[in-house]
């Protein structure tokens, strides 16, 4: 199944695309996980071992916390565990904001359903059948695994050409150019071009050409010139 975008109205009006995790690498955050567990588990049991029947007793509080307190503290504190982390994903809620308690418990207790009858089965046609990607913990308690954008490394470069556009533009219209320019240098150079193809009547361009543009349009609008 290949990852999609939800789009979600925030209540200021703006609408913000949430690119949704497919299977694949959601699976691959959970053996991750999987495998911190069991690791912390492996690391710990020589040491509880030694504390007879005391450390037997803290080995189960372990177990539990590793198992059930590990995905749901790391998915309200951070919004990920270290295998969403190390894939790139974090979860949500519907729409777009950090992860609370309660739906957090309840996609993490819904694991159990998801697992049945064997490997995951129900969560994995949940997911293949859902838009979004969700399984069945994840549609009752209104979260989404997205994929987070990386950080740049540096500030990106600002684009110095100046072009005044060919037309007058109604005040929402000149808000949306800039936004574009502020908030396009974040975007893969793919959505850049999808979404300046979109206005491709305005730039007289399409693809890289009908980027740059936009930006030199939204530098004329900020009186950069």
């Not at 995790?21 to 699976?27: C, Y």
């Not at 565990?81 to 994903?89: A, F, R």
């Not at 549609?139 to 997205?146: D, E």
Request: charged share 15%; net charge positive.
């Amino acid at each position: 199944m290949l990852d999609t975008y939800r789009e979600v109205i925030t209540p200021e009006g703006v609408p913000l695309q949430l690119p949704a995790a497919g299977p694949v690498p959601r699976a691959l955050a959970w053996l991750i996980d999987l495998c911190v567990r069991f690791g912390v588990l492996a690391v710990m049991s020589p040491l509880l071992v030694a504390l007879g029947d005391f450390g037997q007793g803290l080995y189960l509080g372990l177990m539990f916390l590793m198992f059930w307190a590990y995905p749901i503290v790391l998915e309200v504190w951070f919004g990920r565990t270290l295998g969403k982390k190390v894939m790139g994903l974090r979860v949500v809620a519907r729409d777009g904001a950090p992860l609370g308690w309660m739906p957090a418990i309840v996609r993490n207790l819904l694991r159990t359903v998801d697992a049945l009858p064997f490997g995951y089965a129900l969560g994995l046609v949940t997911c293949l059948f859902d838009a979004h990607g969700r399984r069945l913990g994840d549609l009752v308690a209104g979260s989404l695994v997205i994929h987070t954008a990386p950080r740049p490394a540096a500030a990106p470069a600002r684009i110095e050409t100046v072009l005044a556009p060919p037309l007058p533009l109604q005040p929402g219209e000149q808000a949306a150019l800039v936004a574009f320019a502020e908030r396009a240098p974040a975007l893969s150079p793919g959505r850049q071009r999808e979404l300046a193809d979109i206005v491709s009547g305005l730039s007289h361009e399409r693809g890289q050409a009908g980027v740059l543009r936009l930006y030199a349009m939204a530098n004329w609008l900020l009186g950069r010139r």
